[in-house]
């Protein structure tokens, strides 16, 4: 619950910061509205500050973490039938970029690519992914935009000439999003790009719980330290109060919704400030972080339909676990 300190008013030092401080406004107003609700909550996108990309690339290659070694295995196994059914000359825009293994694999399968566009909200760890990359491609044009894709999918995508366009949205991360946040992505995407552009995007599929509650709570503890290391963000960046010590991280599946959800727990009755904001906690008390969806193929398919795209091809691993589909 929101204490008596309010901080909106037009006097609030964060509120009126200048335009090159937008992020961390936005940041702070989304976790005033968050943890001012009954269910507190934070958006998953503030996960990922340099140390947050960091700790996720790390659970990409934990031996629980199945979804990216799994969707490289498909990308090895069919990227050469991707390609083909790509076309030649693409311009490619990734949204949530992150370390650009998997757009690496793409482009190396592509023939002759024209242009790479890279959004990704974390600063810092899409310049040196993307110097990284550039390098590597000297013959192809690399532009990178800091933002949240939610909110950038047509701005970056207009950037691109025209031609053979193609959005890359690999890793599942369209499982972080409602259904209503999927439709309206989707549909600013085939807006931008036109439609003749194309689609290559992986999602997760509905395996048993078991399988599922250990990719999000490894034994290491790398996504109990990913998931609190938005506490320590909130101390740095908003003068936040949190003890660590005292929240832990915890796992969920939620069958009725499919997916798993992502919970920071108190462990005690406890009062935090951020910003001058007090805000209460029960001891048990969650803040929900992050969803991570499982889909059923013709639910997912029957949602981007909505959207305005049709499945030209699909690509999946030997047990089922994920899937590529090609839309267009």
Request: net charge negative; glycine share 8%.
């Amino acid at each position: 619950m929101r204490g008596d300190n309010q901080t909106d008013s037009p006097e609030d030092p964060l509120v009126n910061e200048p335009a090159e401080n937008n992020q961390r406004t936005a940041f702070y107003s989304d976790v005033v509205a968050g943890l001012s609700q009954d269910q507190k909550t934070l958006p998953c996108r503030w996960l990922y500050d340099q140390r947050g990309s960091e700790l996720f690339e790390a659970i990409t290659d934990l031996p629980e973490y199945y979804p990216t070694r799994t969707e490289v295995a498909i990308f090895k196994q069919h990227l050469p039938a991707m390609a083909a059914a790509i076309g030649s000359q693409a311009h490619v825009v990734e949204f949530g970029a992150g370390a650009g293994t998997k757009t690496r694999l793409l482009l190396d399968a592509l023939t002759a690519p024209k242009s790479y566009v890279a959004i990704d909200i974390s600063a810092d760890f899409l310049a040196s992914s993307m110097a990284s990359l550039a390098a590597a491609y000297p013959a192809l044009e690399v532009i990178s935009r800091v933002g949240d894709f939610m909110q950038s999918a047509e701005m970056a995508t207009m950037q691109l000439p025209e031609g053979n366009r193609l959005a890359f949205f690999p890793g599942s991360t369209i499982g972080n999003l409602l259904d209503d946040e999927i439709i309206a992505f989707l549909r600013s995407v085939r807006t931008a790009l036109g439609e003749d552009g194309q689609f290559l995007i992986g999602f997760d599929l509905v395996k048993s719980e078991d399988i599922l509650v250990l990719a999000y709570d490894d034994a290491a503890g790398v996504t109990a330290a990913f998931n609190l290391n938005l506490l320590t963000r909130i101390n740095l960046e908003l003068d936040g109060s949190f003890d660590l010590e005292s929240f832990t991280h915890e796992a969920r599946w939620n069958d009725r919704d499919g997916r798993i959800e992502m919970h920071l727990v108190s462990g005690r009755a406890q009062t935090v400030g951020v910003n001058g904001d007090l805000f209460n906690f029960k001891a048990g008390e969650t803040i929900h972080t992050e969803n991570s969806r499982k889909f059923k193929m013709d639910s997912f398919i029957a949602l981007t339909a909505e959207a305005g795209w049709t499945f030209k091809e699909t690509w999946t691993d030997d047990k089922g676990y994920f899937a590529v589909a090609l839309m267009g």
